[in-house]
Each structure stands twice: as structure tokens, then as C-alpha cells.
């Protein structure tokens, strides 16, 4: 069983930055950040294997990183350029096999956080 637990989210206008960050209670070999809007699907943002090769989504390319820090078990994703359209619940998720003809979707992980709101404004 893998908790994850995320932070970071908030209020930001348009063109702001914001850092979320996710705490798993065990290392995870691969990692990923998904958001939902309301009315709409959960979507993959991006995701980290164990050997730190990175996927992204259209919409994340060029503005979000994603990271991690395998000795806090610990997952970041850096947001610059933020648009009203990236306003969603964001959330963690993990596993403890790498599934990789599954990137960005939700049935590669088994383990999810509770998520965190990220709101910008135009």
C-alpha cells in the first residue's frame, strides 16, 4: 500500500508559477500528475519512471516540469505560464510497477492522493 499525499496548489493569475509537490510513504517506481476539471475527464499531465525518463502532455510541453527526489519519495511538478485552463484538482499518482505503454493514463497507477486545487485566473 502506497499513501501520497499533495501540496502546493492555490490561487494564481495568469502567467503565474506555482510548485506542487506530492509525498509518497514509499519509494515508487513511477510516478505521474493528473488533473480534472470540473464536468470534465481526468487527464495526465506528466509522468517519471524509476529511471527518471519523462512523458508530457500536449498542454504541459514547454511550461510544466515534473521531478522527483527519490530520497524524500518525494514527486514535483513546476507549473510557469499558467493559463485559466489549466485550472483543475491536480493529483498524485503512483505505482509500484512501470507500466509504460500506459503513460498518462489513469489505469497505469493503483495508488492516488487526495489532490490539490489549482485555480488561476485570467
Known amino acids: 500500500q502506497v499513501q501520497l499525499v499533495e501540496s502546493g496548489g492555490g490561487s494564481v493569475q495568469s502567467g503565474g508559477s506555482l510548485r506542487l509537490s506530492c509525498v509518497a510513504s514509499?519509494?515508487?517506481?513511477?510516478m505521474g500528475w493528473f488533473r480534472q476539471a470540473p464536468g470534465k475527464e481526468r487527464e495526465g499531465v506528466a509522468d517519471?519512471?524509476?529511471?527518471?525518463?519523462?512523458t508530457y502532455a500536449d498542454s504541459a510541453k514547454g511550461r510544466f516540469t515534473i521531478s522527483r527526489d527519490n530520497a524524500k519519495n518525494t514527486l514535483y511538478l513546476q507549473m510557469n505560464s499558467l493559463k485559466p485552463e489549466d485550472t483543475a484538482m491536480y493529483y498524485c499518482?503512483?505505482?509500484?510497477?512501470?507500466?509504460?505503454?500506459?503513460?498518462?493514463?489513469?489505469?497505469?497507477?493503483?495508488?492516488w492522493g487526495q489532490g490539490t486545487q489549482v485555480t488561476v485566473s485570467s
Open positions: 499518482a503512483a505505482d509500484l510497477i512501470c507500466r509504460r505503454w500506459l503513460r498518462l493514463q489513469k489505469a497505469r497507477y493503483n495508488y
Open positions: 517519471i519512471d524509476r529511471d527518471s525518463s519523462m
Open positions: 514509499r519509494y515508487t517506481y513511477c
